[in-house]
């Protein structure tokens, strides 16, 4: 460890939250594939036009953001990862690392404790949206590409059903049925986890429905 690693680690927090506030305001998706001004973006997200700037070129210093002369835009990783409709969004996984922000910050309690003050499934962040929806977006966006991969690794044409255990949105499971001659997917996940998983895919693929049969229980005390 030297001095520079350990600033890096000691600062590193204030990189993670400019990522997360960008995100939660929608700065990334307001920007999408155009150039905009830092007052532009402050009128049309109703933020503070200093704030605004200093937020946009500490942005830029992360290299999640291009600025030329006074106006500024997404970088090419923005543009695919942290834009909601981007090629390959990791939005979820950045809301809910931010919802988990108070529950790192919890960590002397648990120390003391040896356990949260409170629950993860019942807590609200500073998202503003329920914690679990974040959590199910994150697992359904990383769980495309694995999805895929592991689809990929092992002869299916064999498998005549699938039950995806703690499944979320049957995004692991989805790319192997297409492998195989199942025709559906059954995934047995908790019943809040279930509500939010028909609500993401609802908002993206209808017909991904006709394909999973979801099952409400808890895999630990369910026979």
Same mark, same amino acid.
């Given at each position: 460890?030297?001095?520079?690693?350990?600033?890096?680690?000691?600062?590193?927090?204030?990189?993670?939250?400019?990522?997360?506030?960008?995100?939660?305001?929608?700065?990334?998706?307001?920007?999408?594939?155009?150039?905009?001004?830092?007052?532009?973006?402050?009128?049309?997200?109703?933020?503070?036009?200093?704030?605004?700037?200093?937020?946009?070129?500490?942005?830029?210093?992360? $290299?999640?953001? !291009?600025?030329?002369?006074?106006?500024? @835009?997404? /970088?090419? *990783?923005?543009?695919?990862?942290?834009?909601?409709? %981007?090629?390959?969004?990791?939005?979820?996984?950045?809301?809910?690392?931010?919802?988990?922000?108070?529950?790192?910050?919890?960590?002397?309690?648990?120390?003391?404790?040896?356990?949260?003050?409170? $629950?993860?499934? !019942?807590?609200?962040?500073?998202?503003? @949206?329920? /914690?679990? *929806?974040?959590?199910?977006?994150?697992?359904?966006? %990383?769980?495309?590409?694995?999805?895929?991969?592991?689809?990929?690794?092992?002869?299916?044409?064999?498998?005549?059903?699938?039950?995806?255990?703690?499944?979320?949105?049957?995004?692991?499971?989805?790319?192997?049925?297409?492998?195989?001659?199942?025709?559906?997917?059954?995934?047995?996940?908790?019943?809040?986890?279930?509500?939010?998983?028909?609500?993401?895919?609802?908002?993206?693929?209808?017909?991904?429905?006709?394909?999973?049969?979801?099952?409400?229980?808890?895999?630990?005390?369910?026979?």
């Amino acid at each position: 460890m030297d001095r520079e690693k350990f600033n890096s680690l000691l600062k590193g927090y204030w990189e993670s939250q400019t990522l997360f506030t960008a995100t939660y305001l929608g700065i990334f998706n307001y920007l999408g594939n155009t150039s905009r001004t830092a007052g532009e973006v402050a009128v049309s997200l109703r933020l503070d036009k200093r704030s605004t700037e200093i937020l946009l070129n500490a942005l830029t210093g992360l $290299g999640l953001i !291009v600025k030329r002369q006074n106006a500024y @835009r997404n /970088s090419s *990783f923005a543009r695919k990862h942290l834009v909601d409709d %981007g090629d390959d969004p990791l939005t979820g996984f950045v809301l809910h690392n931010m919802d988990m922000w108070e529950s790192w910050g919890d960590l002397p309690s648990v120390m003391k404790k040896g356990k949260p003050q409170k $629950g993860f499934a !019942v807590l609200k962040y500073k998202t503003g @949206r329920h /914690s679990l *929806f974040n959590f199910a977006l994150a697992m359904h966006q %990383g769980g495309t590409t694995v999805g895929r991969e592991i689809a990929l690794l092992f002869d299916f044409s064999f498998v005549n059903s699938i039950l995806d255990v703690g499944g979320c949105t049957g995004r692991y499971a989805l790319p192997i049925m297409e492998r195989a001659p199942a025709e559906r997917v059954d995934v047995l996940d908790l019943p809040e986890m279930v509500r939010e998983a028909k609500r993401i895919i609802r908002g993206e693929n209808r017909d991904e429905l006709k394909k999973i049969c979801f099952i409400e229980g808890n895999f630990r005390s369910e026979e």
